[in-house]
């Protein structure tokens, strides 16, 4: 994964139960007999061609949940394909049109139970034609899912549509469509209260911080509220990246120096924190001088913690935890926790955080708080094209 826009199609078919493959492709334990004890989250880990369902334990042990690994199609999910609630997982369909809805059991296994085309709403392309959905993100309540449009008007610029999900069977119906720009690429991350969400990026080298105000119906609104960006070092500027809250409504971003003559990277990324007002406006008071320096390069994976203590960074050479402060600058914790690549990072309610490096096929799994970091047994779990990630926290 990179950062420029995706245009990656990510594609969900129809799922059923697979009993057995001529190849075993993850360390986790078969269920036999089933535990009796409650999990901590489920997990679901995608390949091109099928889905792992994962019970994970206090203790962060994994363990494979009854049928699974679950067939997809040739050329199933990708980059986050999936997002999950407690009672349903939402896949895009092979075509690129459609969103899949499943349920999820008790055990945490999956029933396909219905799809809608989430492109037919929009005609910039033929409604359907070039149009294609490659992004699922879900607000705080679990009530609305998002996805981000590829070419949703003008054929060109993108745009994040809206779905009601019907509680009962996991239905979606649309709501409607934010305003579009070539610059949006990522899904979006809600603020604590839900009430905004964020995104950043430097498309084509303009460093741009986006604020979506959230109404009750789910609607986003663009805000022109251009938050102020740090000053690089003489000669540089600093280019933003990803956006990733806190529960009390403070946002982490990265920060990457460019050279302002040759637009290559000149130094290693920094982590600013901002704090959101009623308004929606982002302020900051990081400096070059108190932001800290990562070890991770090319970062494209942000994520606080559920507590909003601690802050995972992933990318080309690893994974790292800091210690997020709110309003006071992000500190160090740990050094890289792996050297292995980085491209999505999840935790769940008990201290566990997952990671998944692509190009190695590995879920890592690690329990972590704000003195104490361990792997988990078992980890790292080997799943040959492993593309994406979903923790559904129990």
Not at 281 to 301: C, G, H, I, W
């Amino acid at each position: 994964m990179t950062r420029n826009v995706k245009f990656v199609v990510c594609l969900i078919a129809s799922l059923s139960a697979a009993s057995t493959l001529g190849q075993e492709a993850t360390t986790a334990t078969k269920v036999s007999p089933p535990s009796s004890s409650s999990p901590a989250a489920y997990v679901y880990a995608t390949t091109k061609s099928h889905i792992y369902a994962y019970s994970a334990a206090s203790n962060g042990k994994l363990t494979a949940v009854e049928g699974s690994p679950f067939a997809a199609s040739e050329g199933g999910p990708q980059s986050q394909g999936i997002v999950a609630t407690g009672k349903y997982l939402f896949g895009i369909n092979a075509n690129g049109n459609n969103i899949d809805s499943f349920s999820i059991a008790s055990d945490g296994a999956l029933k396909k139970v219905s799809s809608i085309d989430a492109t037919s709403f929009n005609d910039s392309c033929g409604g359907g034609g070039g149009n294609a959905i490659f992004s699922l993100f879900l607000d705080h309540t679990g009530s609305i899912l998002y996805d981000l449009e590829f070419n949703a008007e003008i054929c060109a610029n993108n745009a994040y549509q809206y779905f009601r999900i019907d509680k009962s069977n996991g239905e979606l119906s649309y709501l409607g469509v934010s305003a579009a720009a070539t610059s949006f690429e990522d899904p979006l991350s809600f603020s604590g209260n839900n009430d905004y969400a964020y995104d950043s990026n430097a498309f084509r080298y303009d460093p741009a911080i986006f604020v979506f105000k959230r109404s009750g119906n789910g609607l986003l609104t663009s805000l022109d509220v251009n938050p102020d960006i740090p000053n690089a070092a003489s000669g540089s500027t600093y280019l933003p990246y990803l956006a990733a809250p806190d529960p009390t409504n403070h946002v982490a971003i990265t920060l990457q120096p460019y050279s302002d003559d040759t637009m290559n990277a000149d130094g290693p990324t920094v982590l600013a924190t901002y704090s959101g007002a009623d308004s929606g406006k982002l302020t900051t008071t990081s400096t070059r001088e108190n932001m800290p320096v990562t070890e991770v390069n090319n970062v494209n994976a942000l994520n606080t913690s559920p507590s909003g203590e601690l802050l995972a960074v992933g990318g080309s050479s690893g994974l790292q935890v800091f210690h997020f402060n709110g309003s006071s600058p992000i500190t160090h914790y740990t050094g890289l926790l792996t050297t292995d690549e980085i491209d999505q990072i999840f935790w769940d309610n008990s201290n566990h955080l997952y990671a998944v490096s692509d190009a190695h096929g590995k879920l890592f799994v690690f329990t972590i708080t704000k003195t104490k970091v361990s792997e988990a047994s078992g980890s790292p779990h080997s799943i040959p094209g492993l593309v994406n990630l979903y923790v559904v926290s129990k």
